[in-house]
């Protein structure tokens, strides 16, 4: 694998991202066990097949994840078993270590490991021997081992949770993923990969997503990482119906996700804002609540729920007596001065569709 071809499988430009990839094209043609640490949704398992991919090694990838199985079960996953060893074992199993001879064996979430599956696991990797579950028979295994963690495994250590010789043993070289949060010159190269992985129909018809649509991503936290911005790309693609995506169906897409391990929301006065914004755009369309949710592609019980939540009444006849208290003052002025607002009609409507959730945080906070 050339530097060429790796960046096809590591997307980014970052200065983090292209260290990363010096170091895989470095690191892949040894046997040296790798562990790899970043937060959850980062592209740790990309990270790893790029690095068996680097490897030469002629054997297949092989993954696991530690917490897809309970206890009893992840040991005859990781060693195999024979016929009879455990209620349910038909016949013969080979486990993933034998699968990876002359391959790879990729561990996610590997702090999470029981201790007496440390031990074993340990033994494994010092002597290239398997030994499966109920077999009094050992199995010898040329694989690699890559590790992978969101946990601080030192700490781990220090606390008696994980063995220091299995960590010595895993972290031949420890390989650093940053969370999208402190790379966001990443996101356009990652939407235009993600988009021609999950939506080349989408891109034959329109390329890449509009400008203001990446403007949003690039602001946003990412707290589910790459993994989060690909499921935000899948649903916008869908919200936008054959049609560009536009910044209004990620605002969309990102207040419909679940909030609720999320930092603060974004701005205390943001409702103070959003009324000044819905007050202009509904001035624009002289009140008409379904002309003002014609012009921005939502039904009209979405425009009567923002305006009923920002205290604002509905319908011609009580918008124009809305322009005789202080608020329709506000609004009037927004009427006379129409032509010299430089938000369009569209622009607020985003402004709007953001909101959408009441005061609900969206799932990847804009930034400031």
Known sequence: MNATELEQIIVGCSPAIRRLRERVLRIGPTRTPVLL????????EVVARALHAASGRRGQ?????????????FESEMFGHVRGAFSGAVRDREGMLRRADHGTAFLDEVGDLPGALQAKLLRAVETREIWPVGSDHRYEADFRLIAATNVNLSEQVRDGHFRLDLFHRL???????PPLRERPEDIAPLVEHLL???????VAAHGTIAPCAMAVLQRCTWPGNVRQLSNVLESAVTEASGGEVTD??????????????????RHADESDYLRRRLLELIA????DA??????????????????????????KRKFWNLLNDHEGSAAARLVSTVSHVSRTTENLARELRQSEGGNSESAAIPMS
């Open 290 to 315: 379904a002309a003002v949710a014609a012009a921005i592609g939502v039904s009209r019980a979405t425009v009567y729920r923002h305006m009923q939540r920002l205290g604002l009444r509905t319908g």
């Open 248 to 265: 209004l169906h990620v605002r969309e897409v990102l207040a419909e996700e679940d909030a609720s391990t999320l930092p603060e929301q």
């Open 171 to 177: 972290g031949g070289r420890i390989l650093e993923i």
């Open 61 to 73: 990838f092989v993954p696991a994840n530690v917490n897809a199985f309970q206890d009893s079960l």
């Open 37 to 44: 640490h970043g937060a959850s949704g980062v592209g740790k």
């Open 284 to 287: 624009l369309h002289r009140g």
């Open 196 to 202: 021609a992985r999950s939506a080349p129909e989408y």
